[in-house]
């Protein structure tokens, strides 16, 4: 019964992703309409008016064009999402019971090195392509930081499987002794999203970049994508840095929408709050002030958890 | 309606529109962008992202080709139109969605536009009802004067464009190809009439040369504001932070060049000019305090005496003493004397450090430089 | 019930999603027909292809990047057993990061960080 409810589940979950990942462009729409003096629900509808206004815009494609590895970029977006929740507990229930689950976000978020830079390099467009190379030039300087942050929980928990790492913070949230990791991570999930602070690979000043050719149903479906990645990465900082499910009265597999929510809602306020930072500025911050940090955040943790002997 | 009623009904409810701005014509862009924002539309940031090409002013020759080569790349359902009197601007707009939703024109005009590329240029099969002049446009309008011209081009690649190739000029003395790209004079947040004609080793410019395509009629005009408008004060302060809107937005700070956005068209459509004067130092405060503005900005532009940062904040300082009805003492830097300053400040830049060096220049200024080079 | 089979059935799901918003698009759109246009360069034509041998400038940071790219194969067993292993284990690792770092400080001295 179990395995055939577990499928059942399984399906389901895109869709909810999705319809949170439309909750979230709403949301930055309607901030964004306020600032601009527009009204506030028009805001709101925006990314469903933006979803049908691309469902009936034409597809191109460009002379030369990888389409195969292009299209593979912007369907990969949507699938790596959704392969990052999969491992994602919800209280006692995890749609994949991954011993490794920590590696396999690792190995996702991985994923979209290749996944963007395949966007940028598809269209055979100069601007696409410069979108690409600033990606992979950004991702240089997120991912050894974000990789170290991950590993911060991996230590508190013993154990690289998510149910572990969210039980372990029965006493106390990892959020509160690790919480260096935990911005970094924050910080990764934004970057590897290309949204925000950390939007260059696909920014204006480029003629969107990566997405710059794109139109119609492949426009919606990156654009849909990224979206979805953030959620997703803010749905896993909650087992790691947040206690999972934990929480009184609510079910946990609503406690565990509910802290995405929020950190879904602290990304959108820090978009607002920081300009963009442009890979060339930020390589040498990143490895040279940021990644040490880490180490000294995993070094902390790891004596914590052999003087306490496991998690505080 | 059916369901394809529907969606068309919703998806002209948020209308991306591509701006071709002519020079002389800084007001009329200002009040389009303003309607454009008070429909809750929005901007479009390359050809795919548009549905309208809207023309702001009397487009010579010159632009009506770069204005064709666009219109090519818009995917439809799209629309052209233009604009040229701001009195013309509602009743332009207003007609849009109309001609947007109209599922025959539209499936008649993907039908018959140009399916394919041929020879580098789109198929001339032209027979809408558009006021496109004829087969994309020829090499002649590109003016590569200054560039090198030596390499092989053989039209061996798909569509008859060359395959990239090498050359010796490669900073690092690599063998890696060399790509060129225009900028503008139609680009998101660009100077109206600029064009650079970049040579590119990997995004860092290796070489450039700097164009000015002048408007009608107000060639080389120093003041572009047209007549029949307020030359004020308040004018001023707007075009002020409309510059330092475009800063903003090609620096990526999209929600502060929103606000900034906001109160250049609060400016200019003359609501609560107090208001707007409250706004403007609150964001001037907001930009002056971020750290990461400044750190993101510093050194921009290279071996200039001041910075990318100071010329936003300048601007702001500015619009504001203008809106108090004070004259703020102009501050004695002449960066860029002319369009050649700006150059030599390009070269050797990666295209987002570029753009930012070009956002520092006031964009009515830009027809002034371009005269300070041939005289 | 595997936990990849849910993997594999998840990646079917989505894919088949983004099939169908292929289909419907193609059913709503004004054309379903694909259009060829060329690449946007603000109206002018491309005087080439973009796909080229592309100079990356900060490749020398690659390099920085796969020392310690290997070096996670090392943390993340290191991560599971660290608490059980003690402070032995604690002083290996770092001492070993450390070493990488010495890398890193060298890299930026040589001013890889910053390639323009």
Known sequence: MDSVNGAVWVLVLPFALAAVALLAAAANAALDGRTRGVSTTSGWVAPLQESARLL????????????????????????????????????????????????????????LWALWWLLGW??????????????????????????????????????????????????????????VAFLVFAASVVAFSSWGPFQTATGRDAAGGVIGELSGVDRLVVLAGRYMILVAGAAFSVPLFFGGGSGPWLPAGVWVVIKTLAVVALLLTVRRLFPTLRPERLAEVALVLIMPLVLVQVAVAAVIVVVNGGAL | MGVKGIVARLATGRIHVFILEIPGHLMLRMQVEASIAARGWVLAEAPADADVLLIVGEAPDAFIEIADGVWNQIPSPRHRTSVAAVAAISETLDAVPAVLRD???????ARQRPQHVIGGSAESEHSDGSDSSGDGHGDGAMDMEGMDMGMDMDMSGPAGIPLASGDESDRDGLEMDIIHLTL?????????????????HGDVIGDAAMEFLPGTGTNKSLDAIPAGLPAGPTTRAAMLCDAAGYL???????????????????????????????????????????????????????????????????????????????????????????????????????????????????????????????? | ?????????????????????????????????????????????????????????????????????????????????????????????FVFLGVLLVGVVWAWREGAFRWV
Not at chain 2, 104 to 109: A, E, I, L
Request: charged content about 15%; proline content about 5%; aromatic content about 10%.
């Open chain 1, 56 to 111: 009936r815009q034409q597809r191109r494609t460009l002379p030369g064009a990888d389409s195969l590895l292009w299209r593979i970029g912007g369907a990969g977006l949507v699938v790596a999402a959704v392969l990052k929740v999969l491992v994602v507990p919800f209280g006692g229930f995890t749609f994949a019971d991954l011993s490794v689950g920590l590696v396999w976000f690792n190995a996702m978020d991985v994923l």
């Open chain 1, 122 to 179: 598809g269209a055979n467009s100069a601007w696409s392509l410069v979108g690409g190379y600033r990606f992979l030039a950004q991702a240089l300087s997120y991912e050894l930081p974000l990789m170290f942050a991950l590993t911060a929980p991996a230590i508190g928990a013993g154990s690289l499987r998510l149910l572990d790492i969210q039980d372990a913070q029965s006493g106390l949230w990892f959020v509160v002794w690790m919480p």
């Open chain 2, 103 to 109: 599922e025959q024109q539209q499936s008649r005009d």
């Open chain 2, 184 to 200: 503008g004079p139609v680009l998101p947040d660009w100077p109206a009439g600029l064009v650079v004609h970049c040579t590119l």
């Open chain 2, 248 to 375: 903003l937005a090609v620096a990526g700070w999209e929600t502060v060049a929103l606000k900034v956005r906001r109160i250049r068209d609060g400016l200019i459509t003359g609501n609560a000019p107090e208001q707007m004067a409250v706004r403007l130092s609150r964001v001037y405060r907001q930009l002056e305090r971020s750290r990461t503005l400044r750190w993101s900005l510093a050194g921009i532009p290279k071996a200039v005496d001041i910075g990318a940062r100071t010329v936003l904040l300048g601007w702001l300082e500015s619009a504001a003493a203008h809106l108090a009805e004070g004259e703020l003492e102009p501050d004695g830097s002449v960066w860029p004397a002319s369009l050649e300053d700006v150059r030599t400040a390009l070269l050797g830049q990666e295209l987002s450090v570029a753009r930012l060096i070009v956002a520092c220049v006031e964009p009515s200024r830009i027809a002034e430089l371009s005269g300070a080079v041939h005289g």
């Open chain 3, 1 to 93: 019930m595997s936990p990849y089979l849910s993997v594999f059935i998840v990646i079917g799901a989505c894919l088949a999603a983004i099939g169908v918003l292929y289909l419907l698009g193609r059913v709503v759109s004004v054309s379903s027909a694909t259009v060829e246009v060329l690449p946007f360069q603000s109206g002018w034509l491309p005087r080439e292809h973009a796909l080229s041998r592309f100079h990356a400038r900060w490749y020398p940071m690659t390099l920085v990047f796969l020392a310690f790219d290997v070096e996670m194969l090392f943390m993340y067993p290191w991560a599971v057993v660290v608490a059980q292993m003690g402070a032995e284990a604690v002083i290996e690792m």
